[in-house]
């Protein structure tokens, strides 16, 4: 049975940070691309940041230089460090692991950023 869990998340000033985190079992995280989204209501989910296999990153317009993707293979954990966070930013964050043929999807982690 594959699970990925989300952590990490929660309440933040604007300007500040916070690391999620995303614990695979049943997969082993460096064969599949690695992608973090988020989801307000009302709104479509958004792509914010995926790690692919060869370990290429790709990030929204609207995260680059703020956010970084990363993975950790030994851990089968990949991370999304999340800086000068915004207010704008707040939203569901889940996990997905993705190959050609099949997905996963974590059941994701609440982000508020407010003073």
């Known amino acids: 049975q594959v699970q990925l869990v989300e952590s990490g998340g929660g309440l933040v000033q604007p300007g500040g940070s916070l690391r999620l985190s995303c614990t695979a079992s049943?997969?082993?995280?460096?064969?599949?691309?690695m992608g973090w989204y988020r989801q307000v209501p009302g709104k479509e989910r958004e792509l914010v940041a995926v790690?692919?296999?060869?370990?290429?990153?790709n990030y929204a317009d609207s995260v680059k230089g703020r956010f970084t993707i990363s993975r950790d293979n030994a851990k089968n954990t990949a991370y999304l460090q999340m800086n000068s966070l915004k207010p704008n930013d707040t939203a569901v964050y889940s996990c997905?692991?993705?190959?050609?043929?099949?997905?996963?999807w974590g059941q994701g982690t609440q982000v508020t950023v407010s003073s």
């Open positions: 790690i692919n296999r060869d370990g290429s990153t």
């Open positions: 049943g997969i082993f995280v460096r064969f599949y691309a």
């Open positions: 997905n692991a993705r190959t050609n043929f099949q997905q996963y």
